[in-house]
């Protein structure tokens, strides 16, 4: 399963960033396929995205001029939350397998939890609440737009995907490259430095997206399910579980980014994939 | 249980597929995409 995860996940990315003219360019696509968001956190700045990452399309809808066109984006991700909760997060999120890819840096000793996991594992919720949904809402300049908060002061995917690139490809970004540039790549590096020693320290404790998706992890279609009268209780899955959910008493966790790993090291096969 | 999980599953699904599709007639892929052929600054970190 873990190879086959690894292998949806590089075709994702390279799904979501096939536009490889774009890094030769160094500008980024504008032709009509950036009329679709993208299921997982992928910066539509980057000189090689197709579509559009859906968190910094939520913000832009929440503080243009008529939000009405933020349904668009809401349908979007109530859609593929229903059908595949943090399915999104396991298997096609492109920041997803940066972290995941780190995380197999051998040398490193690893650190299970954080002190305090409980609660810094709510942080996304308040990052979602303020940063994507109130801020860009309430907050709004001279010409009546809001601002992408969580796009302009936190997220690593912008700074890794677009900022790094098109500040080494455009010279004029280069030279307005200035303090805030500075912050979002030294939190670009604490969070790349972390994902080595934690697991994905990103969508466990700061994502937005994953939030939205996390919610939907117990109703939506994609779901496990745990055959009680095959379970012996013997702790293998949450044994396996990178992210220390129980998965026999809570197959279907806001955490679970679906990696899948507990169903794998079942040995009574007794967690089932349902998709209906 | 389960068949109140079905129920708000095939709400859910619904209401979603439903405001996905009033929001594409209303123009919201245009208004996404205006924002997203554009460099972003603020993602960039220079805005």
């Given at each position: 399963m873990a190879k086959l995860r690894l292998f949806v996940q590089v075709c994702a990315a390279a799904l979501s960033n096939g536009y490889i003219k774009g890094f030769a360019k160094g500008r980024i696509y504008d032709g009509p396929l950036k009329q679709l968001c993208v299921?997982?956190?992928?910066?539509?700045?980057?000189?090689?995205?197709?579509g559009a990452c859906p968190i910094g399309a939520l913000q832009g809808a929440l503080g243009s001029h008529s939000f009405r066109t933020s349904l668009y984006v809401i349908g979007f991700l109530v859609v593929f939350g229903t059908l595949m909760g943090r399915f999104v997060c396991g298997f096609l999120c492109p920041f997803g397998l940066v972290q995941d890819l780190l995380f197999k840096i051998p040398a490193v000793r690893k650190i299970q939890r954080l002190p305090g996991e409980k609660g810094l594992r709510w942080l996304r919720f308040v990052i979602l609440g303020l940063l994507v949904i109130l801020l860009p809402l309430c907050i709004i300049d001279f010409t009546g737009l809001g601002e992408a908060w969580f796009c302009k002061y936190i997220c690593p995917a912008g700074t890794l995907e677009g900022g790094i690139p098109l500040v080494l490809l455009d010279s004029s970004i280069r030279a307005a490259a200035g303090f805030l540039y500075r912050w979002k790549l030294v939190l670009l590096v604490i969070i790349l430095i972390a994902s080595a020693v934690i697991y994905r320290p990103f969508c466990r404790y700061i994502c937005p997206l994953g939030a939205i998706y996390g919610v939907f992890n117990k109703v939506s279609f994609f779901r496990l399910s745990v055959d009680s009268t095959k379970c012996i209780r013997c702790g293998a899955c949450a044994k396996a579980c990178k992210l220390h959910i129980n998965v026999f008493e809570n197959p279907n966790s806001m955490d679970c980014i679906r990696c899948l790993e507990c169903s794998s090291s079942c040995p009574q096969n007794a967690i089932k994939k349902l998709a209906k | 249980m389960n068949k109140k999980i079905s129920f708000y599953r095939i709400i859910l699904f619904t209401a979603g597929l439903s405001a996905l599709i009033w929001g594409l007639y209303q123009g919201g892929a245009g208004e996404v995409l205006k924002r997203a052929a554009r460099i972003c600054l603020e993602c960039v970190g220079i805005g």
């Open positions: 299921p997982g956190l992928n910066c539509y700045s980057c000189p090689a995205a197709l | -």
